[in-house]
């Protein structure tokens, strides 16, 4: 069993040095705007703005998706992203393409970040480009205009709506005509309802893409240990409520339930790394089946 302090030791061994000292300043409640740029820039979501499109493409991909309907779908539409993350996630590609309004959810975002010109310069930019580049590789996309405009970013502000809190807490204001995510449902505390809030805010025609990561989020090389040596409700209270516990059957009847007629693509199985003292709460809960799926993607595709 990995101790917390290991756990996150292996964390930290792999952050450079300014951003252990950022994130040590804000857990003793030393917080200022210097100190937020700071560790924005030095994130690991900055050194590689194209992770989110990768991914995304890698798992349509895998679960044999045309990617065609992607991108037809993304110029003039209203985008929107559930989790996006300090780095709006997807956003820069949405709006590159033409999305007429990127929506992006999610309780960590800093407005005054991604309305600052400096971060602009030094982050949004320089990621509108290299998505730009990126998708020049990628089948159905590579045609697509991807416009830059001189001021890149600050062009692009006008039509983002940003909301620094959870899906479930969103009022209602339009339609979305495309709504993704990428490994942020396990983390919905409040899921079912969540899903109810969800169907609000889309339609019948809304393409939905959403990557769901069944694993603890602790070791990659044992995906299910810890989480299936104890109730659910014991290692949400050792880990922070870093997940929420639900599977694959779980998250598809909350779907189903609130109205959303979607279905799940199992990309990653792995029943060899569940680990031998199962807790009986799993067994009496779920089959082996279920309980060896460690990603898959909900689409409406």
């Given at each position: 069993?990995?101790?917390?302090?290991?756990?996150?030791?292996?964390?930290?061994?792999?952050?450079?040095?300014?951003?252990?000292?950022?994130?040590?300043?804000?857990?003793?409640?030393?917080?200022?705007?210097?100190?937020?740029?700071?560790?924005?820039?030095?994130?690991?979501?900055?050194?590689?703005?194209?992770?989110?499109?990768?991914?995304?493409?890698?798992?349509?991909?895998?679960?044999?998706?045309?990617?065609?309907?992607?991108?037809?779908?993304?110029?003039?539409?209203?985008?929107?992203?559930?989790?996006?993350?300090?780095?709006?996630?997807?956003?820069?590609?949405?709006?590159?393409?033409?999305?007429?309004?990127?929506?992006?959810?999610?309780?960590?975002l800093d407005k005054n970040l991604i309305y600052d010109p400096?971060?602009?310069?030094?982050?949004?930019?320089?990621?509108?480009?290299?998505?730009?580049?990126?998708?020049?590789?990628?089948?159905?996309?590579?045609?697509?205009?991807?416009?830059?405009?001189?001021?890149?970013?600050?062009?692009?502000?006008?039509?983002?709506?940003?909301?620094?809190?959870?899906?479930?807490?969103?009022?209602?204001?339009?339609?979305?005509?495309?709504?993704?995510?990428?490994?942020?449902?396990?983390?919905?505390?409040?899921?079912?309802?969540?899903?109810?809030?969800?169907?609000?805010?889309t339609h019948k025609n809304t393409l939905h893409l959403?990557?769901?990561?069944?694993?603890?989020?602790?070791?990659?090389?044992?995906?299910?240990?810890?989480?299936?040596?104890?109730?659910?409700?014991?290692?949400?209270?050792?880990?922070?409520?870093?997940?929420?516990?639900?599977?694959?059957?779980?998250?598809?009847?909350?779907?189903?339930?609130?109205?959303?007629?979607?279905?799940?693509?199992?990309?990653?199985?792995?029943?060899?790394?569940?680990?031998?003292?199962?807790?009986?709460?799993?067994?009496?809960?779920?089959?082996?089946?279920?309980?060896?799926?460690?990603?898959?993607?909900?689409?409406?595709?």
């Open positions: 069993m990995i101790s917390k302090f290991f756990h996150y030791l292996k964390i930290a061994l792999n952050f450079p040095l300014i951003l252990l000292i950022t994130r040590f300043l804000s857990k003793i409640g030393i917080k200022n705007n210097f100190l937020k740029k700071l560790d924005f820039l030095n994130s690991p979501d900055s050194k590689r703005p194209t992770k989110p499109i990768e991914i995304l493409i890698k798992h349509m991909n895998a679960a044999k998706l045309p990617l065609f309907k992607l991108a037809k779908k993304i110029p003039n539409s209203d985008f929107l992203e559930i989790g996006c993350g300090k780095h709006l996630g997807l956003g820069p590609v949405a709006l590159g393409l033409g999305a007429k309004h990127f929506i992006g959810v999610d309780p960590s400096e971060i602009h310069k030094k982050y949004f930019d320089l990621s509108l480009i290299k998505n730009k580049e990126f998708l020049k590789t990628i089948n159905h996309f590579q045609h697509l205009p991807f416009i830059l405009k001189r001021n890149m970013m600050m062009e692009l502000i006008p039509r983002i709506s940003l909301e620094q809190k959870g899906i479930s807490n969103i009022i209602k204001e339009k339609n979305v005509d495309i709504c993704v995510s990428i490994s942020c449902f396990e983390h919905i505390l409040d899921f079912e309802f969540s899903c109810k809030k969800l169907s609000e805010l959403h990557v769901v990561n069944f694993s603890n989020h602790l070791l990659k090389e044992k995906p299910f240990h810890q989480l299936y040596e104890m109730p659910i409700h014991d290692f949400r209270k050792k880990w922070n409520n870093n997940i929420n516990g639900l599977r694959i059957n779980d998250i598809m009847k909350c779907l189903h339930s609130s109205g959303l007629n979607l279905r799940a693509i199992t990309l990653d199985n792995k029943p060899e790394l569940i680990p031998q003292n199962i807790h009986q709460f799993w067994l009496d809960n779920y089959n082996i089946k279920d309980l060896s799926i460690r990603t898959a993607l909900i689409t409406s595709l």
